[in-house]
């Protein structure tokens, strides 16, 4: 299973208007199936330095995902650990 960095676009505030702005996550992505698409995603977890610096090459590469975005829908989550991000995909992508 191969993973990297990710920032994922989670919504998009005053959509439309001069102060859109996009709302971002720092997530690991997951290709849990080994096709080349990371289809899944967990809270990033940046414990040093070096762990940095590779989620910022990561991003630089890849730019924004917005396939989660595109393809379903996000919410939050309280636990006891702070705030979780869900995803629930579009019924077209649950096929």
Known sequence: ??????????????EGTEYEEELCELVELYDLDGDGHH???CHASVLSPEELFAAAKDVERD?????????????????SRGRRLNWEPTETEKE
């Not at 299973?1 to 005053?14: F, H, N, Q, R, T």
């Not at 730019?63 to 636990?79: L, M, V, Y």
């Open 1 to 14: 299973m191969a993973w990297k960095y990710g920032m994922i676009l989670v919504s998009v505030e005053d």
């Open 39 to 41: 289809e899944a995603f």
């Open 63 to 79: 730019g924004i995902n917005k396939w989660f975005a595109q393809n379903g829908t996000f919410s939050w989550e309280n636990d």
